[in-house]
């Protein structure tokens, strides 16, 4: 196991850019670390310069936020052997700890599920996604004139709201999330003309996935989601991000938004969310 330090990291992006679907959730982690984004995050390999494996960790555990509560992993792999090999050497998986491994190659699958077997740990798959990547940009839509709205940054004093409504939301550590991602990374939202609070908004993991797009309910089908994606999107593109979500393969009306404004999956590319251990419920 390799520990990747500071050239490495400048390196390990310029490879995972080229990796394209399957890599660009640990891309987006590297991304926003050699930018100087606040983390808590040590990014190991199996080898380097040629490696097999990468995957993200934390560097502190318990840490009171969402991805320290799920201590969450995201994870490249080239080939299952390969990552199989990586989850057993010792310190990169605490075999007594809760871990979610939020991005495992579906064809790899098999891989943690044989680790997880071969060391007694309980495991389920939480969830399969698709990841979405904006590859036609003439689909974004911008509209002449905005008269009436405001596009400014989710501001921190939202954070109990944005927290209040997402999915993955409603607790002390997602809202601790929730401030980190509009504290460290870019965001949107939408105020309406003599508004002062949001009633739509999207933000950014992370990870630089698109995330946690939402509307009021009494403020929906006026176009707000379509708006803050395509507004978000070339603001993104302008300032070098990558440019993609990751959409749950049941979500029929997500993804049929994404994919109107030009967002693509791979149709042999699924990520998988899978837990390790049971989490002890707080």
């Known amino acids: 196991m390799v520990l990747l330090g500071r050239e490495e990291l400048t390196e390990a992006e310029s490879v995972?850019?080229?990796?394209f679907p399957e890599s660009i959730k640990v891309y987006g982690c590297v991304f926003n670390i050699n930018r100087g984004t606040p983390h808590n995050l040590e990014i190991v390999a199996d080898k380097w310069p040629d490696f097999s494996v990468i995957i993200c960790k934390p560097k502190v555990k318990g840490v009171k936020d969402r991805e320290g509560d799920f201590n969450m992993y995201s994870i490249y792999s080239k080939s299952k052997d390969a990552l199989k090999d990586l989850l057993k050497t010792p310190g990169v998986i605490h075999t007594d700890a809760f871990?979610?491994?939020?991005?495992?190659?579906?064809?790899?699958?098999?891989?943690?599920?044989?680790?997880?077997?071969e060391h007694g740990i309980p495991w389920k798959v939480q969830c399969v996604m698709n990841v979405l990547m904006l590859q036609d940009t003439s689909r974004l839509y911008f509209k002449e004139s905005y008269a009436g709205l405001r596009f400014p940054a989710v501001s921190t004093a939202h954070a109990h709201l944005v927290n209040s409504t997402w999915k993955y939301g409603g607790d002390a550590n997602s809202y601790n999330s929730v401030l980190n991602y509009i504290t460290h990374n870019p965001s949107l939202c939408v105020v309406e003309e003599d508004g002062s609070e949001p009633v739509s908004w999207l933000l950014l993991y992370q990870h630089c996935a698109l995330g946690l797009l939402y509307t009021l309910p009494q403020h929906r089908r006026k176009g707000y989601a379509t708006l803050l994606v395509?507004?978000?999107?070339?603001?993104?593109?302008e300032r070098g991000y990558p440019v993609y979500c990751f959409v749950e393969k049941e979500n029929?009306?997500?993804h049929k938004l994404f994919t109107s404004l030009g967002f693509k999956h791979s149709s042999d590319y699924r990520s998988v969310w899978f837990e390790l251990n049971k989490r002890e419920e707080t």
């Not at 995972?16 to 990796?19: E, F, R, T």
């Not at 871990?99 to 077997?117: K, P, S």
């Not at 395509?230 to 593109?237: D, F, K, R, Y």
Request: hydrophobic letters at 50%; aromatic letters at 2%; zero cysteines.
């Open 16 to 19: 995972l850019k080229q990796l």
């Open 99 to 117: 871990t979610l491994l939020a991005g495992v190659d579906i064809r790899h699958l098999a891989a943690v599920q044989e680790f997880a077997d």
């Open 230 to 237: 395509s507004i978000m999107s070339q603001n993104l593109l």
């Open 252 to 254: 029929e009306p997500s």
